[in-house]
């Protein structure tokens, strides 16, 4: 069984970057494939990137080319690096780890001057 934790939430501006960071417990978790969610205010939560066992990555359109996922397999650590960030992103964003079927507190992204 895996447990996760978020960090790396916050205020940036439009155009800005931030990097958000998963943090897992347990002794599976190279072999858990991860993702992460977001949620805006008044919407449903929606996927955003997945990252599998094997490093294999896939993205929402809307944030391809614009978001990273990658995985630290040692440190047991998932991240979702974004750039060109907009106000259109701000969300509560959820770290899931598939396998365990387990979800993340999320952590708070806005975007806005």
């Known amino acids: 069984q895996v447990q996760v934790v978020e960090s790396g939430g916050g205020l940036v501006q439009p155009g800005g970057s931030l990097r958000l960071s998963c943090t897992a417990s347990?002794?599976?978790?190279?072999?858990?494939?991860m993702a992460w969610y977001r949620q805006a205010p008044g919407k449903k939560r929606e996927w955003v990137a997945t990252?599998?066992?094997?490093?294999?990555?896939d993205y929402l359109f809307s944030v391809k080319d614009r978001f990273t996922i990658s995985r630290d397999n040692v440190n047991k650590t998932v991240y979702l690096q974004m750039n060109s960030l907009k106000p259109e992103d701000t969300a509560v964003y959820y770290c899931?780890?598939?396998?365990?079927?387990?979800w993340g507190q999320g952590t708070q992204v806005t975007v806005s001057f």
């Open positions: 899931y780890s598939i396998s365990s079927e387990t």
């Open positions: 347990g002794r599976s978790f190279a072999t858990n494939a």
């Open positions: 990252i599998s066992i094997g490093d294999m990555t």
